[in-house]
Nanobody, 113 residues
Framework: GQLVESGGGLVHPGGSLRLSCAASGFPFSSYAMTWYRQAPGKERELVADITGSGGVTNYADSVKGRFTISRDNAKNTVYLQMNSLKPADTAVYYC???????WGQGTQVTVSS
């Protein structure tokens, strides 16, 4: 299986970005998906997760109310909509399949004025 993230970039505080993660090589709709992030000098942390059907989502307290995880099983893609971005959101963002252990290569998000 393979995961490929895209959509990162440089954004001003208060701005928005939408990350995408395209999956291949496994039955995508059967697996929960997660987004993690890792800031420089910090451990990788769970940002959000979503069940295979998309019916249940969970968020880290630090992003609740600002980020939304979603998925399109017809396109084998999971998304992370990030609004009201803060400098503390600066990190490399990774998508991950918990049960299969697949990780993407990551996409850099930088929030700076």
């Amino acid at each position: 299986g393979q995961l490929v993230e895209s959509g990162g970039g440089l954004v001003h505080p208060g701005g928005s970005l939408r990350l995408s993660c395209a999956a291949s090589g496994f039955p995508f709709s059967s697996y929960a998906m997660t987004w993690y992030r890792q800031a420089p000098g910090k451990e990788r942390e769970l940002v959000a997760d979503i069940t295979g059907s998309g019916g249940v989502t969970n968020y880290a307290d630090s992003v609740k109310g600002r980020f939304t995880i979603s998925r399109d099983n017809a396109k084998n893609t999971v998304y992370l909509q990030m609004n009201s971005l803060k400098p503390a959101d600066t990190a490399v963002y990774y998508c991950h399949t918990l049960l299969l252990g697949y990780w993407g290569q990551g996409t850099q998000v930088t929030v700076s004025s």
